[in-house]
Every structure is written in C-alpha cells, then in structure tokens.
C-alpha cells in the first residue's frame, strides 16, 4: 500500500510540475514570449548564443529591465527548452554586455583585491556615468548577482555563490554583425 501511495504521490507532484510549466508559459507577456521565440530560434543557430537585451534591440523594442527580468524568470524556470540554458546556464542572458563588465569588473577586484571596488573606482576604469551605473547596479541586484549591503562602498555584497552565478560563461560576452543582418551574441 505504501508503494502504490508514493507512487500516487510522485504521479502527482509530477503532473502538478508539468501543469505549472504549462501555465507558467500561457502566462507570459505577449512581448516576452515574443522574446522567447526570437531567442530560441536564433540559438537554434550554429554558435548563437544571443542575450535577452540584444534580442530586445534586435525586435525594436525599448530597453525594458521589468519585461527582461520576465523572460530570464521564464529561463530559469524552463532550462529544458534550449541547450544553450542548459550548458550556459540561464542568466547567462539576463545581464546586457554593459553590465556583464560592470560584474566582471566587481568580481575581478574582489577576487584579487577581497574588497569591493568603490562607485568612483568604477565610474573611472568602466566609463559609466555614476547614475547609470548606480541604475545598473539595482538591475545586477534585481538580477540576483548582488544584494543590498549599507556598509559596502558600492551599497551592495556579491551574493555567496556569485562564482557560479554567471553558468560556465560567466559574464563574457561576444557580438558579432555579419553583412546587412541583425546582430547576434556568440560563445
């Protein structure tokens, strides 16, 4: 009886799964899932790997951090539905090429220097103008690569695990532009 319980179980939890999947999915945005479907053929492509602000560029959308935050949720919730989420990991292609330097620049001095760089240290090596990096800072932190911390110089800590928060890429970056087409983000 126990067996046939816990298979029960399992059986449901499985559905309940495969019926939140499905409603996760019904639930996005038209232009988000717009998005999806750019991304998705797009890395269907030999060597694509294209993030969600370049796709949003790229379909002539505003840069919109509340409707690309939507569609890395989607990501992480659905890594099944592309292997570069699988291999790459999804906020791989949350972070736009700005900011994944603005992350690379923070871990980069915190890995070397075990401190956090200050916001004129970064405004200086990055030139970012200091409104928009303290912008993209709360994005990073929306994003959650980095969480509020009063005592640091930059008014956010790196998250425990922001080594493998990246996925194996990291926050590199590479667009490439052949001929006449759209641009596209490669590995």
């Given at each position: 009886?126990?067996?046939?319980?816990?298979?029960?179980?399992?059986?449901?939890?499985?559905?309940?799964?495969?019926?939140a999947r499905r409603?996760?999915?019904?639930?996005?945005?038209?232009?988000?899932?717009q998005i999806v479907?750019?991304?998705?053929?797009?890395?269907?492509?030999?060597?694509?790997?294209?993030?969600?602000?370049?796709?949003?560029?790229?379909?002539?959308?505003?840069?919109?951090?509340?409707?690309?935050?939507?569609?890395?949720?989607?990501?992480?919730?659905?890594?099944?539905?592309?292997?570069?989420?699988?291999?790459?990991?999804?906020?791989?292609?949350?972070?736009?090429?700005?900011?994944?330097?603005?992350?690379?620049?923070?871990?980069?001095?915190?890995?070397?220097?075990?401190?956090?760089?200050?916001?004129?240290?970064?405004?200086?090596?990055?030139?970012?103008?200091?409104?928009?990096?303290?912008?993209?800072?709360?994005?990073?932190?929306?994003?959650?690569?980095?969480?509020?911390?009063?005592?640091?110089?930059?008014?956010?800590?790196?998250?425990?695990?922001?080594?493998?928060?990246?996925?194996?890429?990291?926050?590199?970056?590479?667009?490439?532009?052949?001929?006449?087409?759209?641009?596209?983000?490669?590995?």
């Amino acid at each position: 009886m126990k067996k046939v319980f816990s298979l029960l179980v399992a059986t449901g939890l499985v559905a309940s799964v495969v019926v939140a999947r499905r409603a996760d999915a019904q639930e996005l945005s038209p232009k988000a899932k717009q998005i999806v479907d750019y991304l998705l053929a797009d890395w269907s492509k030999h060597m694509h790997s294209t993030g969600i602000s370049l796709a949003m560029d790229n379909l002539g959308f505003e840069p919109d951090d509340v409707l690309r935050l939507e569609v890395g949720e989607h990501f992480r919730g659905h890594t099944e539905i592309a292997n570069n989420l699988k291999f790459w990991g999804a906020n791989n292609y949350i972070l736009s090429s700005e900011e994944k330097r603005i992350a690379k620049q923070i871990i980069n001095t915190f890995d070397l220097e075990e401190e956090l760089p200050t916001i004129d240290a970064l405004v200086q090596e990055l030139g970012i103008p200091e409104a928009r990096l303290r912008d993209r800072l709360r994005f990073l932190r929306d994003a959650g690569l980095l969480q509020e911390a009063a005592e640091s110089p930059i008014g956010y800590k790196l998250i425990r695990q922001y080594g493998r928060w990246g996925g194996p890429l990291r926050h590199n970056y590479h667009t490439i532009t052949i001929g006449d087409g759209k641009p596209f983000g490669v590995w």
